[in-house]
């Protein structure tokens, strides 16, 4: 089809293009009156008159200089043919056919077609009402010059050559305006589809997802730059050439998707897959559909969409957790209230039983070493109702700002800070303003701020920033809509392994020795509440803690 359509603009173009039929006529022009005068000079002037010589070379001078000031016009200077110099050339082409034709015999003249021909042209440049118009002067011009030639004798034949050129000129001028307007239409087809692939380039260019398009054998027709990053290969320059392997060797899955799509030639097929990156495995979204045959009447096709669903795993993996946390909140307040009441009556008695007189220093050891272990036990239920009682309290006006820099600021000075850790505040100059509990996100950010501080080596950097991300910048599937804002903490610590990483918010999950897991598990309830989510990144270069807050907050709904 696209051949098909290339030969018919090919066509068109050689046919109404202006400025290829002004040369053809240029050409003509000279070899008409070239010939003309070459057979004055060879034939008129020795056997008929001398006068006609001159009438020939006339004409041969005027052809000439016209058609080079035309040249020059049209073709150097590339200047556009307006109607006035149109209807010079063509007024010019009679007269000197009427020359030709008059020298050759007059009404008799073989040369009296080339009057149709000159019609023809007038009636592809101009429109039909000129074009007639001229006609009807070559009309005039031929009939005056038999008429003068014959002695005013105007036969039959002549007056039917004569009807012969009005209806050529009359059919030539009705073909030629619908092949003009078939033209023009054509023209605003090819702009409007000319639009319409540059729209569709530039959208395509620009869309995060990796779509390739593939012919049966595997060989790359198009592939946008999504997939070239997505994929790791450049597919941009595989152009024709067959990739299925290359793609193989990065995301097996995606091949096989494309195999499959060739051999069973399903209308669409959705699945999900995965594909190594930079030592990691990186989940996908994989549409494969077969390109329609009226697109590519020629073999088949197969088109892939991809899409990097890590942001939408996390989140829902987030989502996930979120419902356990709350299960266990639950179980964590009732098994508190039920264990604190018993466990301060123990403490009490063994601290009553250890300071009697009559207690042996077995029996003393002992009782401060139960008192010891009561005292945190209940610390740690005194944790578990912090962590079952997490909730956005209150829904004060709040600048991030402050919040980050006063948690930031306090875990400075915390003892536990490691030695020589140097912190380092990026805020925004503009106000980022939301609605929440300060207490709660203080808590939050200090407690982030604090386990990189902790995490960090002896002269390390704890960076923490905030910046405002726009709807189109942020993650997919986040539990709110528009603009957030984002808060990281960074540390230079030596990382967190995976399998702690994908339980690094549940209870109990520490990394620290003698802590109580519970720690992260609160900085996520609190987070949750305002909702937003946390995302953590490690590796050996250091942890990421990423929180997205919306940046227009409004609580209304939340559970307390």
């Known amino acids: 089809m696209a051949l098909a359509g290339d030969g018919a603009n090919q066509w068109y173009r050689a046919v109404l293009d202006p400025r290829r039929l002004l040369i053809w006529i240029y050409v003509g022009r000279l070899v008409v009156a070239s010939a003309n005068f070459t057979w004055a000079l060879l034939v008129l002037s020795i056997f008929v008159s001398p006068f006609n010589t001159v009438l020939a070379a006339g004409a041969f001078v005027s052809a000439m200089a016209l058609t080079a000031y035309s040249y020059v016009r049209t073709v150097v200077n590339r200047r556009r043919a307006g109607a006035g110099f149109l209807y010079l050339q063509f007024v010019h082409d009679l007269l000197l056919i009427t020359v030709v034709v008059h020298l050759t015999g007059g009404g008799d003249s073989q040369f009296a077609a080339l009057y149709i021909l000159v019609n023809a042209m007038a009636a592809l440049l101009l429109p039909i009402g000129s074009s007639l118009l001229l006609a009807m002067l070559g009309s005039v011009l031929y009939v005056g010059d038999a008429f003068l030639v014959s002695g005013g004798d105007i036969s039959m034949p002549l007056l039917m050559q004569l009807v012969v050129f009005v209806l050529v000129a009359v059919g030539t001028g009705y073909i030629a305006g619908r092949l003009q307007e078939a033209g023009q239409g054509r023209e605003r087809l090819q702009a409007e589809l000319a639009s319409v692939q540059l729209r569709a380039a530039d959208i395509l260019a620009n869309i995060r997802a990796g779509i390739i398009t593939v012919d049966d054998l595997g060989r790359v027709l198009y592939a946008n730059p999504a997939a070239s990053t997505l994929l790791g290969i450049p597919l941009a320059e595989q152009g024709g050439a067959p990739i299925l392997d290359r793609v193989r060797a990065v995301a097996p899955d995606v091949a096989d998707a494309i195999v499959a799509q060739i051999g069973e030639r399903r209308s669409s097929e959705r699945s999900e897959g995965t594909m190594a990156r930079d030592g990691r495995t990186v989940p996908l979204a994989i549409t494969t559909t077969a390109v329609a045959g009226d697109l590519r009447p020629v073999g088949g096709a197969t088109t892939v969409i991809l899409q990097d669903i890590s942001d939408e795993k996390r989140v829902e993996a987030l989502r996930l957790r979120a419902q356990r946390l709350e299960a266990v909140a639950e179980l964590s307040a009732s098994l508190a209230h039920e264990i604190k009441n018993p466990l301060a009556s123990i403490r009490s008695a063994v601290e009553q039983i250890a300071h009697r007189e009559a207690a042996t220093d077995d029996e003393r050891t002992l009782g401060a070493l139960i008192t010891r272990e009561s005292d945190r036990l209940s610390r740690l239920l005194s944790e578990f109702l912090d962590f079952a009682r997490v909730q956005a309290a209150r829904r004060d006006p709040l600048d991030l700002r402050d919040i980050v820099r006063a948690a930031t600021a306090l875990a400075g000075t915390h003892p536990d800070r490691g030695a020589g850790v140097e912190l380092d505040v990026q805020v925004p100059e503009q106000p980022t303003p939301l609605s929440g509990d300060e207490d ?102 250091g942890t990421r803690f990423s929180v997205l807050l919306p940046a227009e907050q409004d609580l209304t709904g939340v559970p307390t």
């Open 440 to 541: 709660l996100l203080h808590r939050a950010f200090f407690n982030l701020v604090l386990n990189a501080c902790q995490a960090s080596p002896a002269s390390g950097r704890v960076t923490v920033s905030l910046r405002r991300v726009s709807a189109s910048e942020r993650p997919p599937g986040l539990p709110f809509e528009g603009a957030a804002y984002c808060v990281e903490v960074r540390d230079q610590g030596e990382g967190i392994s995976q399998d702690i990483q994908d339980r690094l918010f549940e209870p109990f999950a520490t990394t620290k020795p003698g802590g109580s897991g519970l720690g992260l598990a609160i900085v996520h309830r609190a987070i949750e509440a305002h909702r937003g989510v946390i995302l953590v990144d490690s590796d050996g270069g």
